[in-house]
T-cell receptor, first 112, second 114 residues
């Protein structure tokens, strides 16, 4: 059974710091991996999607990498800002149905 | 376009009552799904649909029914609400099932069952 783990569960950093969020999964047979952001009381916003054949994707200050063989993905946030404070969720898609299996998230707090 | 919309935003039910959570998308997406989010449990899949007329169960389907009569709408029915169904419910959609397609989520419905 696929399990997705995100470490750390919570992270507090000063503004301007570069940081890395980690995601690991137990079954490397994935179709894609998607990173989301969730603000308190809100829905999920898609940040990046990495297909199983790709190694990384970039969007602005965000860079996500994927190493299928080791079952790991990282989300790199450059020059963090207080507006980046949110919970970041990692999810893998396995099988042709496209259903997502989520990690429990990393709650990020960026202090001014 | 509005993306994925969900109604209501909040709902309080008494045990045994039934209700329908509405989900609609205007992106002509074939794949739609329902998740519930509980503290400490993360998001778990309830039901999903790969196209109009096709639905299937996810990880936690008991107590819920779905139907997909149109591409746009995917309602979730609680047949007889129980306190264990207190949760935040999210609807999601993507262009097609599987493949390199992002999933888009609605704003959620916060349900309390007393």
């Amino acid at each position: 059974k696929q399990e997705v783990t995100q470490i750390p569960a919570a992270l507090s950093v000063p503004e301007g710091e570069n940081l890395v969020l980690n995601c690991s999964f137990t079954d490397s047979a994935i179709y894609n991996l998607q990173w989301f952001r969730q603000d308190p009381g809100k829905g999920l916003t898609s940040l990046l999607l990495i297909q199983s054949s790709q190694r990384e994707q970039t969007s602005g200050r965000l860079n996500a990498s994927l190493d299928k063989s080791s079952g790991r993905s990282t989300l790199y946030i450059a020059a963090s800002q207080p507006g980046d404070s949110a919970t970041y969720l990692c999810a893998v898609s396995r099988g042709s149905q496209g259903n997502l299996i989520f990690g429990k998230g990393t709650k990020l707090s960026v202090k001014p | 376009n509005a993306g994925v919309t969900q109604t209501p935003k909040f709902q309080v039910l008494k045990t045994g009552q039934s209700m329908t959570l509405q989900c609609a998308q205007d992106m002509n997406h074939e794949y739609m799904s329902w998740y519930r989010q509980d503290p400490g449990m993360g998001l778990r899949l309830i039901h999903y649909s790969v196209g109009a007329g096709i639905t299937d169960q996810g990880e936690v389907p008991n107590g819920y029914n779905v139907s997909r009569s149109t591409t746009e709408d995917f309602p979730l029915r609680l047949l007889s609400a129980a306190p264990s169904q207190t949760s935040v419910y999210f609807c999601a959609s993507s262009l097609l099932a599987g493949g390199p397609y992002e999933q888009y989520f609605g704003p959620g419905t916060r349900l309390t069952v007393t």
